[in-house]
Nanobody, 123 residues
């Protein structure tokens, strides 16, 4: 199996910032799109954002647009999710995942998943 490795989660207060990292083997990126999906208790799985590796086009969900951004480090095969102005409703387990392209249902069609990293935002 291909392994995706997330890091950067933690416990912070509202208004703080965190940067999540997702590193993967080169073979993983045979699927072009690398994204972040979060899961909070009592809520449905929610696509947060991601990037097309080939085109560098980024996508951000409306719920976090203006606060979260996506970037990458080509040399490290790593995608970053920069989260600013965190709110309590951002509390969730954040998963890194891949899919062939961005198109389609953002809650379906993912090929590989990381183990997840917990983000907890307190008031």
């Amino acid at each position: 199996q291909v392994r995706l490795v997330e890091s950067g989660g933690g416990l912070v207060q509202a208004g703080a910032s965190l940067r999540l990292s997702c590193g993967a083997s080169a073979r993983t990126f045979i699927s072009d799109f690398i994204g972040w999906v979060r899961q909070a208790p009592g809520k449905e799985r929610e696509f947060v954002g991601g990037i097309s590796w080939g085109s560098s086009i980024t996508y951000i969900a409306s719920s976090v647009k203006g606060r979260f951004t996506i970037s990458r480090d080509n040399a490290k095969n790593t995608v970053y999710l920069q989260m600013n102005s965190l709110k309590t409703e951002d509390t969730a387990v954040y998963y890194c995942a891949t899919r062939p392209t961005y198109s389609g249902d953002p809650n379906d069609g993912w090929d590989y998943w990381g183990q997840g990293t917990q983000v907890t935002v307190s008031s």
